[in-house]
T-cell receptor
Framework: DGGITQSPKYLFRKEGQNVTLSCEQN?????MYWYRQDPGQGLRLIYY???????QKGDIAEGYSVSREKKESFPLTVTSAQKNPTAFYLC??????????????FGAGTRLSVL | DAKTTQPTSMDCAEGRAANLPCNHS???????VYWYRQIHSQGPQYIIH???NNETNEMASLIITEDRKSSTLILPHATLRDTAVYYC????????????FGTGTRLTVIP
């Protein structure tokens, strides 16, 4: 089955610790995205990547970092500089074609909590 | 990007049609209307999108008014599994870098 896989489903971070959230897709999509969702709120864009080895900051990139070494993978690192990391993190991907750029497909999410 | 306005919540009886409205009075000519939904604690799911013609797929129908200032998502026979938050998003179809998900409409399907 094609889709987007996020792992782990639940993650706990200690103070001063960096943690990495995994996102893998086998849809052969060019673009990948990371969003953050706080309780009762909509989604906010953290980072996005339209092509391998290139990525751009979204609206709330501070305290986060990403890499895009492979088309299939777009891991997100939540650094110790992110002072309020507790949230639901969602990864998405899309085809960067003229027809379906904004039809994004989402993973099941990772729920991050601070110990 | 055009701003959208949706009701905070709606109820619908199981088996009946659910009609979810969205106002986007500042929509520009090259902006599409997208609908997504998010079931509790899951990632959003794409439902449908359209420019100016009505659209239908296996999940829903999208009715866009002639002046394009509002639209309605129709779930023809709502089931309990359709209980979710529904997001109406207006964006250009290409060159966009992200989708703005507001707070959406929380649809509750009642048995």
């Amino acid at each position: 089955d094609g889709g987007i896989t996020q792992s782990p489903k639940y993650l706990f971070r200690k103070e001063g610790q960096n943690v990495t959230l995994s996102c893998e897709q086998n849809l052969n999509h060019d673009a990948m995205y990371w969003y953050r969702q706080d309780p009762g709120q909509g989604l906010r864009l953290i980072y996005y990547s339209q092509i391998v080895n290139d990525f751009q900051k979204g609206d709330i990139a501070e305290g986060y970092s990403v890499s895009r070494e492979k088309k299939e993978s777009f891991p997100l690192t939540v650094t110790s500089a992110q002072k309020n990391p507790t949230a639901f993190y969602l990864c998405a991907s899309s085809i960067t074609s003229t027809q379906n750029f904004n039809v994004q497909y989402f993973g099941a999410g990772t729920r991050l909590s601070v110990l | 990007d055009a701003k959208t306005t949706q009701p905070t919540s709606m109820d619908c009886a199981e088996g009946r049609a659910a009609n979810l409205p969205c106002n986007h009075s500042t929509i520009s000519g090259n902006e599409y209307v997208y609908w997504y939904r998010q079931i509790h604690s899951q990632g959003p799911q794409y439902i449908i999108h359209g420019l100016k013609n009505n659209e239908t797929n296996e999940m829903a129908s999208l009715i866009i008014t002639e002046d394009r200032k509002s639209s309605t998502l129709i779930l023809p026979h709502a089931t309990l599994r359709d209980t979710a938050v529904y997001y109406c998003i207006v964006r250009v179809h290409t060159g966009a870098n992200n989708l703005f998900f507001g707070t959406g409409t929380r649809l509750t399907v009642i048995p």
